[in-house]
Protein backbone atom coordinates (compact mmCIF):
# COMPACT_ATOMS: atom_id res chain seq x y z
CA UNK A 1 0.00 0.00 0.00
CA UNK A 2 1.42 3.25 -1.27
CA UNK A 3 1.87 5.58 2.00
CA UNK A 4 0.50 9.31 0.38
CA UNK A 5 3.31 12.19 1.27
CA UNK A 6 1.24 15.17 1.44
CA UNK A 7 2.92 17.66 -0.35
CA UNK A 8 4.14 21.23 0.76
CA UNK A 9 2.21 22.71 -1.99
CA UNK A 10 -0.60 21.78 -0.81
CA UNK A 11 -0.19 22.61 3.02
CA UNK A 12 -2.67 24.70 3.09
CA UNK A 13 -4.83 23.39 0.39
CA UNK A 14 -8.72 22.80 1.74
CA UNK A 15 -10.57 20.94 -0.77
CA UNK A 16 -12.91 23.20 -2.80
CA UNK A 17 -16.37 22.73 -3.09
CA UNK A 18 -18.32 23.48 -6.16
CA UNK A 19 -21.58 24.15 -7.66
CA UNK A 20 -23.42 23.61 -10.76
CA UNK A 21 -24.63 26.40 -13.37
CA UNK A 22 -28.15 26.07 -14.08
CA UNK A 23 -29.95 29.17 -15.72
CA UNK A 24 -27.52 31.55 -14.10
CA UNK A 25 -27.74 29.91 -10.76
CA UNK A 26 -25.35 28.08 -9.02
CA UNK A 27 -26.81 25.25 -7.64
CA UNK A 28 -25.88 22.12 -5.71
CA UNK A 29 -28.31 20.02 -7.51
CA UNK A 30 -30.71 17.02 -6.45
CA UNK A 31 -27.70 14.52 -5.60
CA UNK A 32 -24.93 14.57 -2.88
CA UNK A 33 -21.14 15.42 -4.04
CA UNK A 34 -18.74 13.38 -5.79
CA UNK A 35 -14.94 13.53 -4.27
CA UNK A 36 -12.26 14.24 -6.04
CA UNK A 37 -8.90 12.47 -5.03
CA UNK A 38 -5.87 13.86 -6.34
CA UNK A 39 -4.45 10.91 -8.73
CA UNK A 40 -0.83 12.23 -7.85
CA UNK A 41 -1.32 12.91 -4.26
CA UNK A 42 -3.71 10.78 -2.58
CA UNK A 43 -6.24 14.01 -1.13
CA UNK A 44 -9.23 14.68 -1.44
CA UNK A 45 -8.74 18.10 -3.38
CA UNK A 46 -12.36 18.66 -5.15
CA UNK A 47 -16.22 18.53 -4.25
CA UNK A 48 -19.09 18.66 -7.05
CA UNK A 49 -22.37 18.03 -7.09
CA UNK A 50 -23.60 14.74 -8.32
CA UNK A 51 -26.07 16.26 -10.67
CA UNK A 52 -28.86 13.87 -12.01
CA UNK A 53 -31.42 13.37 -14.69
CA UNK A 54 -33.82 15.92 -13.40
CA UNK A 55 -30.37 18.28 -13.29
CA UNK A 56 -29.91 17.99 -16.98
CA UNK A 57 -33.05 18.26 -18.21
CA UNK A 58 -33.56 21.53 -16.04
CA UNK A 59 -29.98 22.74 -18.14
CA UNK A 60 -31.59 21.57 -20.94
CA UNK A 61 -35.18 23.39 -20.59
CA UNK A 62 -32.59 26.48 -19.81
CA UNK A 63 -30.89 26.40 -22.94
CA UNK A 64 -33.45 25.51 -24.93
CA UNK A 65 -35.20 29.19 -23.75
CA UNK A 66 -32.10 30.81 -23.95
CA UNK A 67 -32.07 29.71 -27.60
CA UNK A 68 -35.81 30.37 -28.56
CA UNK A 69 -36.36 33.41 -26.77
CA UNK A 70 -32.84 34.97 -25.20
CA UNK A 71 -30.68 38.13 -26.65
CA UNK A 72 -27.54 35.39 -27.73
CA UNK A 73 -28.37 33.86 -30.93
CA UNK A 74 -29.99 37.38 -31.46
CA UNK A 75 -26.72 39.37 -30.84
CA UNK A 76 -24.70 40.48 -34.07
CA UNK A 77 -21.49 38.91 -34.57
CA UNK A 78 -19.41 41.14 -32.74
CA UNK A 79 -21.21 41.80 -30.09
CA UNK A 80 -20.75 37.89 -29.23
CA UNK A 81 -16.94 38.27 -30.52
CA UNK A 82 -16.44 40.90 -27.97
CA UNK A 83 -17.89 38.74 -24.98
CA UNK A 84 -15.69 35.65 -26.44
CA UNK A 85 -12.84 38.10 -26.10
CA UNK A 86 -13.72 39.36 -22.82
CA UNK A 87 -13.70 35.43 -21.57
CA UNK A 88 -10.41 35.01 -23.23
CA UNK A 89 -8.74 37.97 -21.42
CA UNK A 90 -10.22 36.45 -17.82
CA UNK A 91 -8.71 32.89 -18.90
CA UNK A 92 -5.49 34.32 -19.37
CA UNK A 93 -5.53 36.61 -16.36
CA UNK A 94 -7.17 33.18 -14.16
CA UNK A 95 -4.41 30.83 -16.28
CA UNK A 96 -2.66 29.39 -13.17
CA UNK A 97 -5.51 29.08 -10.69
CA UNK A 98 -7.21 26.93 -13.75
CA UNK A 99 -4.04 25.02 -14.49
CA UNK A 100 -3.46 24.43 -10.87
CA UNK A 101 -7.14 23.17 -10.71
CA UNK A 102 -6.30 20.55 -13.93
CA UNK A 103 -3.19 19.44 -12.11
CA UNK A 104 -4.41 18.51 -9.26
CA UNK A 105 -7.55 16.88 -10.49
CA UNK A 106 -5.72 15.02 -13.61
CA UNK A 107 -2.33 14.12 -12.55
CA UNK A 108 -0.88 16.07 -15.24
CA UNK A 109 2.69 18.30 -14.77
CA UNK A 110 1.96 21.94 -13.42
CA UNK A 111 4.04 23.48 -16.18
CA UNK A 112 2.23 21.05 -18.88
CA UNK A 113 -1.32 22.63 -17.32
CA UNK A 114 -0.02 26.07 -17.46
CA UNK A 115 0.70 25.44 -21.39
CA UNK A 116 -2.76 24.01 -22.00
CA UNK A 117 -4.35 27.13 -20.34
CA UNK A 118 -1.83 29.61 -22.85
CA UNK A 119 -3.28 27.46 -25.99
CA UNK A 120 -6.62 27.50 -24.44
CA UNK A 121 -6.70 31.04 -24.00
CA UNK A 122 -5.84 31.51 -27.82
CA UNK A 123 -8.79 29.05 -29.17
CA UNK A 124 -11.42 31.66 -27.72
CA UNK A 125 -9.53 34.22 -29.00
CA UNK A 126 -9.48 32.31 -32.72
CA UNK A 127 -12.89 31.81 -32.22
CA UNK A 128 -14.33 35.17 -31.06
CA UNK A 129 -12.57 36.37 -34.20
CA UNK A 130 -14.35 33.03 -36.23
CA UNK A 131 -17.83 34.80 -34.66
CA UNK A 132 -17.64 38.37 -36.83
CA UNK A 133 -16.95 36.71 -39.84
CA UNK A 134 -19.58 33.19 -39.71
CA UNK A 135 -21.05 34.13 -43.57
CA UNK A 136 -23.03 31.63 -46.21
CA UNK A 137 -22.67 32.49 -49.59
CA UNK A 138 -25.28 34.00 -52.85
CA UNK A 139 -25.93 33.09 -56.36
CA UNK A 140 -26.70 35.63 -58.61
CA UNK A 141 -26.28 32.75 -61.50
CA UNK A 142 -29.96 31.70 -61.32
CA UNK A 143 -30.99 33.80 -63.96
CA UNK A 144 -32.54 36.98 -64.41
CA UNK A 145 -35.33 36.20 -61.70
CA UNK A 146 -33.78 34.38 -59.25
CA UNK A 147 -31.40 35.22 -56.07
CA UNK A 148 -30.25 32.70 -54.03
CA UNK A 149 -28.81 33.18 -50.96
CA UNK A 150 -27.59 30.26 -48.33
CA UNK A 151 -27.65 31.33 -44.61
CA UNK A 152 -25.76 29.75 -41.86
CA UNK A 153 -28.06 29.92 -39.11
CA UNK A 154 -26.72 28.12 -35.39
CA UNK A 155 -28.08 24.79 -35.07
CA UNK A 156 -30.04 25.36 -31.64
CA UNK A 157 -28.54 23.65 -28.38
CA UNK A 158 -25.97 21.53 -27.69
CA UNK A 159 -24.82 19.05 -25.74
CA UNK A 160 -21.08 19.47 -24.48
CA UNK A 161 -19.62 16.24 -23.20
CA UNK A 162 -15.56 16.07 -22.67
CA UNK A 163 -13.43 13.71 -20.96
CA UNK A 164 -10.98 14.00 -17.93
CA UNK A 165 -7.32 14.10 -19.80
CA UNK A 166 -7.65 18.16 -20.94
CA UNK A 167 -10.24 19.35 -19.03
CA UNK A 168 -9.65 23.51 -19.66
CA UNK A 169 -8.19 22.53 -23.39
CA UNK A 170 -10.87 20.15 -24.33
CA UNK A 171 -13.99 22.06 -23.14
CA UNK A 172 -12.55 24.81 -25.21
CA UNK A 173 -12.02 23.00 -28.57
CA UNK A 174 -16.14 23.61 -28.45
CA UNK A 175 -17.68 25.60 -26.70
CA UNK A 176 -15.98 29.34 -27.93
CA UNK A 177 -17.13 27.80 -31.83
CA UNK A 178 -20.43 26.89 -30.54
CA UNK A 179 -20.85 30.20 -28.46
CA UNK A 180 -19.76 32.09 -31.62
CA UNK A 181 -21.90 31.00 -33.95
CA UNK A 182 -24.86 31.77 -31.64
CA UNK A 183 -25.64 28.15 -29.67
CA UNK A 184 -27.02 27.72 -26.04
CA UNK A 185 -25.45 24.63 -24.53
CA UNK A 186 -25.19 21.95 -21.58
CA UNK A 187 -21.76 21.32 -20.71
CA UNK A 188 -20.84 17.86 -18.98
CA UNK A 189 -16.98 17.28 -17.86
CA UNK A 190 -15.97 14.32 -16.68
CA UNK A 191 -16.65 13.80 -12.91
CA UNK A 192 -12.91 13.46 -12.45
CA UNK A 193 -11.86 16.73 -12.94
CA UNK A 194 -15.12 19.27 -13.28
CA UNK A 195 -13.13 22.15 -11.55
CA UNK A 196 -11.31 24.22 -14.36
CA UNK A 197 -14.89 23.88 -16.49
CA UNK A 198 -16.55 24.88 -13.30
CA UNK A 199 -14.63 28.03 -13.23
CA UNK A 200 -14.93 28.45 -16.57
CA UNK A 201 -18.38 29.36 -15.90
CA UNK A 202 -17.54 32.12 -13.18
CA UNK A 203 -15.19 33.30 -16.07
CA UNK A 204 -18.60 33.35 -18.72
CA UNK A 205 -21.24 35.01 -16.32
CA UNK A 206 -18.13 37.80 -15.68
CA UNK A 207 -17.44 38.03 -19.41
CA UNK A 208 -21.47 38.97 -19.87
CA UNK A 209 -22.47 35.78 -20.95
CA UNK A 210 -26.46 35.49 -20.43
CA UNK A 211 -28.23 33.35 -18.13
CA UNK A 212 -28.65 29.76 -19.83
CA UNK A 213 -26.84 30.43 -23.03
CA UNK A 214 -24.01 28.03 -20.95
CA UNK A 215 -25.24 25.60 -18.48
CA UNK A 216 -22.56 23.31 -16.26
CA UNK A 217 -24.11 20.10 -14.81
CA UNK A 218 -21.66 17.51 -13.13
CA UNK A 219 -22.33 14.07 -12.29
CA UNK A 220 -21.84 10.55 -14.24
CA UNK A 221 -22.15 9.98 -17.48
CA UNK A 222 -24.87 7.36 -17.41
CA UNK A 223 -27.11 9.67 -15.46
CA UNK A 224 -26.36 13.07 -16.29
CA UNK A 225 -24.42 12.29 -19.64
CA UNK A 226 -27.19 10.06 -21.85
CA UNK A 227 -30.00 12.59 -20.94
CA UNK A 228 -28.11 15.00 -22.82
CA UNK A 229 -27.49 12.80 -26.04
CA UNK A 230 -31.10 11.48 -25.99
CA UNK A 231 -33.10 14.51 -25.43
CA UNK A 232 -35.39 15.71 -27.78
CA UNK A 233 -34.66 19.59 -26.85
CA UNK A 234 -30.96 18.85 -27.73
CA UNK A 235 -30.09 19.63 -31.39
CA UNK A 236 -26.62 18.19 -31.41
CA UNK A 237 -23.97 16.52 -29.16
CA UNK A 238 -20.79 17.41 -29.24
CA UNK A 239 -18.27 14.54 -27.58
CA UNK A 240 -15.44 13.85 -26.62
CA UNK A 241 -13.98 10.22 -25.18
CA UNK A 242 -13.47 6.77 -25.74
CA UNK A 243 -14.96 5.28 -29.07
CA UNK A 244 -17.13 3.06 -27.41
CA UNK A 245 -18.83 5.93 -25.44
CA UNK A 246 -18.62 7.64 -28.69
CA UNK A 247 -20.46 4.69 -30.17
CA UNK A 248 -23.47 5.04 -27.47
CA UNK A 249 -23.60 8.81 -28.08
CA UNK A 250 -24.46 7.95 -32.08
CA UNK A 251 -26.57 5.47 -31.00
CA UNK A 252 -28.69 7.78 -28.61
CA UNK A 253 -28.56 10.55 -30.55
CA UNK A 254 -30.02 8.30 -33.31
CA UNK A 255 -33.40 8.40 -31.79
CA UNK A 256 -33.64 11.94 -32.60
CA UNK A 257 -31.45 12.04 -35.27
CA UNK A 258 -29.46 14.76 -33.43
CA UNK A 259 -26.01 15.88 -35.16
CA UNK A 260 -22.72 14.51 -33.82
CA UNK A 261 -19.59 15.54 -33.46
CA UNK A 262 -17.14 12.57 -31.98
CA UNK A 263 -13.25 13.20 -31.22
CA UNK A 264 -12.33 9.71 -29.55
CA UNK A 265 -9.41 7.44 -29.24
CA UNK A 266 -6.37 7.23 -31.42
CA UNK A 267 -3.05 4.27 -31.97
CA UNK A 268 -1.18 6.73 -33.99
CA UNK A 269 2.09 5.87 -35.78
CA UNK A 270 5.00 7.23 -36.11
CA UNK A 271 7.28 5.96 -39.48
CA UNK A 272 10.41 6.61 -39.26
CA UNK A 273 12.76 6.03 -42.32
CA UNK A 274 16.90 5.58 -42.34
CA UNK A 275 17.49 9.18 -43.36
CA UNK A 276 15.55 10.79 -41.10
CA UNK A 277 17.11 13.21 -38.53
CA UNK A 278 17.33 10.89 -36.27
CA UNK A 279 18.56 13.16 -33.33
CA UNK A 280 15.12 15.47 -34.00
CA UNK A 281 13.26 12.35 -33.89
CA UNK A 282 14.28 10.54 -30.65
CA UNK A 283 13.11 13.67 -28.72
CA UNK A 284 9.73 13.50 -30.88
CA UNK A 285 9.46 9.73 -30.36
CA UNK A 286 9.80 10.22 -25.91
CA UNK A 287 7.42 13.49 -26.09
CA UNK A 288 5.07 11.84 -28.28
CA UNK A 289 5.01 8.60 -26.03
CA UNK A 290 4.82 9.97 -22.71
CA UNK A 291 3.91 13.60 -23.19
CA UNK A 292 0.67 13.57 -20.46
CA UNK A 293 1.49 10.24 -19.20
CA UNK A 294 0.48 8.70 -22.69
CA UNK A 295 -3.63 9.58 -21.55
CA UNK A 296 -3.43 11.46 -25.10
CA UNK A 297 -5.69 10.26 -28.19
CA UNK A 298 -3.16 11.92 -30.17
CA UNK A 299 -0.20 9.77 -28.59
CA UNK A 300 2.28 8.72 -30.98
CA UNK A 301 2.03 5.11 -28.87
CA UNK A 302 3.20 3.20 -32.09
CA UNK A 303 6.57 3.52 -33.63
CA UNK A 304 6.70 1.75 -36.52
CA UNK A 305 10.81 1.92 -37.66
CA UNK A 306 12.54 1.37 -40.45
CA UNK A 307 14.63 -2.48 -40.07
CA UNK A 308 18.12 -1.11 -40.66
CA UNK A 309 17.57 1.34 -38.13
CA UNK A 310 14.94 -0.60 -35.18
CA UNK A 311 17.51 -1.97 -32.52
CA UNK A 312 19.67 1.77 -33.00
CA UNK A 313 16.81 3.73 -32.60
CA UNK A 314 14.77 1.88 -29.93
CA UNK A 315 18.21 1.80 -27.88
CA UNK A 316 18.52 5.65 -28.29
CA UNK A 317 14.50 6.29 -27.04
CA UNK A 318 15.11 3.95 -24.52
CA UNK A 319 17.88 6.04 -22.92
CA UNK A 320 16.22 9.46 -23.30
CA UNK A 321 13.10 7.88 -22.10
CA UNK A 322 15.53 7.02 -18.77
CA UNK A 323 16.08 10.64 -18.11
CA UNK A 324 12.30 11.73 -18.50
CA UNK A 325 11.36 13.13 -14.88
CA UNK A 326 8.66 10.92 -13.43
CA UNK A 327 7.12 12.51 -10.23
CA UNK A 328 5.16 15.03 -8.26
CA UNK A 329 2.81 17.20 -10.74
CA UNK A 330 3.29 20.00 -8.49
CA UNK A 331 6.84 19.94 -9.19
CA UNK A 332 7.72 22.30 -12.25
CA UNK A 333 10.39 20.33 -13.29
CA UNK A 334 7.98 17.33 -13.37
CA UNK A 335 7.41 15.84 -17.27
CA UNK A 336 5.39 12.82 -16.70
CA UNK A 337 2.77 12.69 -13.97
CA UNK A 338 0.17 10.42 -12.32
CA UNK A 339 -1.99 8.09 -13.78
CA UNK A 340 -5.90 8.87 -13.50
CA UNK A 341 -7.04 6.10 -11.36
CA UNK A 342 -5.69 3.68 -9.64
CA UNK A 343 -8.71 0.70 -11.94
CA UNK A 344 -6.39 2.60 -15.44
CA UNK A 345 -3.32 1.99 -13.83
CA UNK A 346 -4.20 -1.43 -13.74
CA UNK A 347 -5.45 -1.77 -17.05
CA UNK A 348 -2.38 0.16 -18.51
CA UNK A 349 -0.58 -3.41 -16.61
CA UNK A 350 -2.71 -5.75 -17.89
CA UNK A 351 -1.81 -4.67 -22.10
CA UNK A 352 1.75 -4.75 -21.02
CA UNK A 353 1.20 -8.12 -19.59
CA UNK A 354 -0.50 -9.42 -22.74
CA UNK A 355 2.12 -8.14 -25.06
CA UNK A 356 5.04 -9.99 -22.73
CA UNK A 357 2.95 -13.39 -23.18
CA UNK A 358 2.56 -12.82 -26.83
CA UNK A 359 5.85 -12.42 -27.55
CA UNK A 360 6.90 -8.57 -26.84
CA UNK A 361 9.92 -7.58 -25.44
CA UNK A 362 9.60 -5.27 -22.26
CA UNK A 363 12.88 -2.87 -23.37
CA UNK A 364 11.86 -0.70 -20.56
CA UNK A 365 9.79 -0.06 -17.63
CA UNK A 366 6.90 -1.97 -17.36
CA UNK A 367 5.61 -1.72 -14.13
CA UNK A 368 3.79 0.86 -11.80
CA UNK A 369 6.34 3.36 -9.91
CA UNK A 370 5.61 3.46 -6.06
CA UNK A 371 6.83 7.72 -5.40
CA UNK A 372 4.90 7.60 -2.23
CA UNK A 373 2.55 9.84 -3.72
CA UNK A 374 -0.37 8.79 -5.89
CA UNK A 375 -0.19 6.07 -9.08
CA UNK A 376 2.44 6.30 -11.38
CA UNK A 377 3.60 4.49 -14.60
CA UNK A 378 6.96 3.97 -15.52
CA UNK A 379 7.44 4.87 -19.11
CA UNK A 380 7.47 1.92 -20.81
CA UNK A 381 9.04 0.35 -24.00
CA UNK A 382 7.61 -2.81 -25.99
CA UNK A 383 10.15 -4.28 -28.68
CA UNK A 384 9.16 -7.40 -31.22
CA UNK A 385 5.62 -5.84 -31.23
CA UNK A 386 3.64 -7.62 -34.25
CA UNK A 387 0.60 -5.95 -36.01
CA UNK A 388 -1.68 -8.29 -35.19
CA UNK A 389 -1.43 -7.97 -30.94
CA UNK A 390 -3.90 -6.20 -28.76
CA UNK A 391 -1.31 -3.67 -27.69
CA UNK A 392 -0.29 -2.62 -31.38
CA UNK A 393 -4.11 -2.22 -32.39
CA UNK A 394 -5.78 -0.85 -29.01
CA UNK A 395 -5.11 2.01 -27.11
CA UNK A 396 -3.41 1.28 -24.37
CA UNK A 397 -4.27 5.01 -22.57
CA UNK A 398 -0.64 4.87 -20.53
CA UNK A 399 3.05 5.54 -21.07
CA UNK A 400 3.62 2.68 -23.62
CA UNK A 401 5.03 2.71 -26.58
CA UNK A 402 4.81 -0.67 -29.12
CA UNK A 403 7.87 -0.66 -31.93
CA UNK A 404 7.21 -2.58 -34.80
CA UNK A 405 9.10 -2.81 -37.75
CA UNK A 406 9.23 -2.45 -41.75
CA UNK A 407 11.01 -2.88 -44.72
CA UNK A 408 9.24 -1.42 -47.70
CA UNK A 409 7.39 1.92 -47.83
CA UNK A 410 4.42 0.26 -48.94
CA UNK A 411 4.34 -2.27 -45.96
CA UNK A 412 4.85 0.60 -43.62
CA UNK A 413 1.82 2.06 -44.94
CA UNK A 414 -0.03 -1.15 -44.53
CA UNK A 415 1.20 -1.18 -40.68
CA UNK A 416 -0.27 2.10 -40.42
CA UNK A 417 -3.37 1.75 -42.09
CA UNK A 418 -4.10 -1.92 -40.11
CA UNK A 419 -5.88 -0.67 -36.85
CA UNK A 420 -9.75 0.51 -36.24
CA UNK A 421 -8.13 4.10 -35.40
CA UNK A 422 -7.22 7.09 -37.88
CA UNK A 423 -6.21 10.17 -35.82
CA UNK A 424 -3.25 11.43 -36.23
CA UNK A 425 0.78 9.65 -37.83
CA UNK A 426 3.75 11.06 -38.46
CA UNK A 427 6.16 10.09 -40.76
CA UNK A 428 10.21 11.18 -40.38
CA UNK A 429 12.16 11.43 -43.18
CA UNK A 430 14.41 14.29 -45.34
CA UNK A 431 12.93 13.14 -48.56
CA UNK A 432 10.18 15.12 -49.27
CA UNK A 433 8.51 12.47 -51.81
CA UNK A 434 8.72 9.91 -48.63
CA UNK A 435 6.98 12.47 -46.78
CA UNK A 436 4.22 13.37 -49.53
CA UNK A 437 3.66 9.57 -50.08
CA UNK A 438 3.37 8.56 -46.28
CA UNK A 439 1.12 11.97 -45.57
CA UNK A 440 -1.29 10.95 -48.57
CA UNK A 441 -1.72 7.06 -48.07
CA UNK A 442 -2.01 7.61 -44.31
CA UNK A 443 -5.21 7.60 -43.28
CA UNK A 444 -5.67 10.08 -40.44
CA UNK A 445 -6.56 12.92 -39.84
CA UNK A 446 -3.58 14.97 -39.05
CA UNK A 447 0.01 13.28 -40.47
CA UNK A 448 2.92 15.42 -38.83
CA UNK A 449 6.15 15.56 -41.23
CA UNK A 450 9.19 15.35 -39.04
CA UNK A 451 7.44 16.91 -36.04
CA UNK A 452 4.70 15.61 -33.83
CA UNK A 453 1.80 16.69 -31.78
CA UNK A 454 2.06 20.22 -32.54
CA UNK A 455 -0.90 22.29 -33.33
CA UNK A 456 -2.82 25.52 -33.91
CA UNK A 457 -5.49 26.83 -33.21
CA UNK A 458 -6.07 27.07 -37.29
CA UNK A 459 -5.80 24.05 -38.36
CA UNK A 460 -8.46 21.15 -37.93
CA UNK A 461 -8.37 18.26 -35.97
CA UNK A 462 -10.13 15.01 -36.00
CA UNK A 463 -10.13 11.82 -36.84
CA UNK A 464 -11.04 9.09 -39.69
CA UNK A 465 -12.92 5.83 -39.31
CA UNK A 466 -13.40 4.85 -35.22
CA UNK A 467 -11.27 8.15 -34.60
CA UNK A 468 -14.20 10.02 -34.90
CA UNK A 469 -16.91 11.98 -36.83
CA UNK A 470 -16.52 15.80 -37.83
CA UNK A 471 -13.73 18.27 -37.05
CA UNK A 472 -12.72 20.81 -34.57
CA UNK A 473 -10.51 23.84 -34.54
CA UNK A 474 -9.89 25.85 -37.87
CA UNK A 475 -12.21 28.06 -39.78
CA UNK A 476 -14.66 25.36 -40.20
CA UNK A 477 -15.05 24.87 -36.67
CA UNK A 478 -17.88 27.11 -36.07
CA UNK A 479 -20.07 26.01 -39.38
CA UNK A 480 -20.14 22.89 -37.49
CA UNK A 481 -22.82 24.55 -35.00
CA UNK A 482 -24.61 25.70 -38.27
CA UNK A 483 -27.83 24.37 -39.73
CA UNK A 484 -27.49 25.38 -43.62
CA UNK A 485 -30.89 27.76 -44.96
CA UNK A 486 -31.11 27.65 -48.57
CA UNK A 487 -33.42 31.54 -49.42
CA UNK A 488 -34.58 30.80 -52.79
CA UNK A 489 -36.37 34.09 -54.10
CA UNK A 490 -38.34 35.26 -56.90
CA UNK A 491 -38.86 38.51 -58.75
CA UNK A 492 -41.73 38.91 -61.55
CA UNK A 493 -44.01 36.86 -63.38
CA UNK A 494 -43.37 32.85 -62.15
CA UNK A 495 -43.27 30.16 -64.72
CA UNK A 496 -46.99 28.38 -63.98
CA UNK A 497 -46.71 24.10 -63.63
CA UNK A 498 -50.19 23.32 -64.81
CA UNK A 499 -50.55 25.96 -66.96
CA UNK A 500 -47.49 26.84 -68.53
CA UNK A 501 -47.08 30.22 -69.93
P1 LIG B 1 -15.19 8.21 -21.64
O1 LIG B 1 -15.69 7.89 -22.98
O2 LIG B 1 -15.31 7.20 -20.57
O3 LIG B 1 -15.94 9.51 -21.07
C1 LIG B 1 -16.00 10.70 -21.78
C2 LIG B 1 -17.17 11.52 -21.26
O4 LIG B 1 -18.38 10.82 -21.57
C3 LIG B 1 -17.15 11.69 -19.75
O5 LIG B 1 -17.67 12.96 -19.41
C4 LIG B 1 -18.11 10.59 -19.31
O6 LIG B 1 -18.69 10.78 -18.04
C5 LIG B 1 -19.15 10.66 -20.40
N1 LIG B 1 -19.99 9.47 -20.50
C6 LIG B 1 -19.77 8.22 -20.02
N2 LIG B 1 -20.83 7.42 -20.29
C7 LIG B 1 -21.74 8.18 -20.96
C8 LIG B 1 -23.03 7.94 -21.51
N3 LIG B 1 -23.63 6.74 -21.40
N4 LIG B 1 -23.66 8.94 -22.14
C9 LIG B 1 -23.09 10.16 -22.25
N5 LIG B 1 -21.87 10.46 -21.72
C10 LIG B 1 -21.20 9.48 -21.10
O7 LIG B 1 -13.71 8.69 -21.84
P2 LIG B 1 -12.68 9.12 -20.74
O8 LIG B 1 -13.20 10.25 -19.91
O9 LIG B 1 -12.22 7.90 -20.06
O10 LIG B 1 -11.52 9.75 -21.66
C11 LIG B 1 -10.58 9.00 -22.27
C12 LIG B 1 -10.94 8.74 -23.72
O11 LIG B 1 -11.13 9.97 -24.42
C13 LIG B 1 -9.83 8.05 -24.45
O12 LIG B 1 -10.31 6.90 -25.10
C14 LIG B 1 -9.33 9.06 -25.48
O13 LIG B 1 -8.85 8.52 -26.64
C15 LIG B 1 -10.50 9.91 -25.69
N6 LIG B 1 -10.06 11.24 -26.10
C16 LIG B 1 -10.19 11.62 -27.41
C17 LIG B 1 -9.74 12.84 -27.85
C18 LIG B 1 -9.91 13.25 -29.26
O14 LIG B 1 -10.02 14.44 -29.49
N7 LIG B 1 -9.98 12.36 -30.22
C19 LIG B 1 -9.10 13.78 -26.94
C20 LIG B 1 -9.02 13.31 -25.60
C21 LIG B 1 -9.52 12.07 -25.21
P3 LIG B 1 -17.98 10.29 -16.68
O15 LIG B 1 -16.68 9.67 -17.02
O16 LIG B 1 -17.88 11.53 -15.89
O17 LIG B 1 -18.92 9.30 -16.06
Same mark, same amino acid.
Given at each position: ?????K???????????????????? /???? #????????P?? %? *? &?V??? @????????????????????????????????S???????????A?????????????????????????????????A??L????H????? /??G? #???G??????? %? *? &?S??? @??????????????F??A??????????????????L????????????G??????????????????????D???????????????????????????????????? &????????????????????????????????????????D?????????????????????????????????????????????????????????????????????????????????????????????????D???????????G????????????????????????????????????L????????????E?????????????????????????????
Amino acid at each position: MTAHVKPKALDDFKARDFRMLIDGMW /TDGA #GNALERVAPGH %G *V &VVSRY @PAGTKADAERAIAAARKAFDDGPWPRMTGAERSNILLKAADLIAAKADELAFLDCIESGKPISQAKGELGGAADIWRYAAALARDLHGESYN /TLGE #GTLGVVLREAI %G *V &VSIIT @PWNFPFLIVSQKLPFALAAGCTTVVKPSELTSGSTLLLGEILIEAGVPAGVVNIVTGTGPEVGAPMTTHPDVDMVSFTGSTGVGRLTMANAAQTLKKVSLELGGKNPQI &VFPDANLDEFIDAAVFGAYFNAGECCNAGSRLILHKSIAADVTARVAELAKKVKVGDPLDPTTQVGAIITPQHLAKIGTYVEGAAKAGASVALGGTALDLGLGQFMAPTILSGVKPDMAVAREEVFGPVLSVLTFETTDEAIRIANAIDYGLSAGVWSRDFDTCLTIGRKVRAGTVWMNTFMDGASELPFGGYRQSGLGRELGRHAVEDYTETKTLNMHMGARTGWWMPR
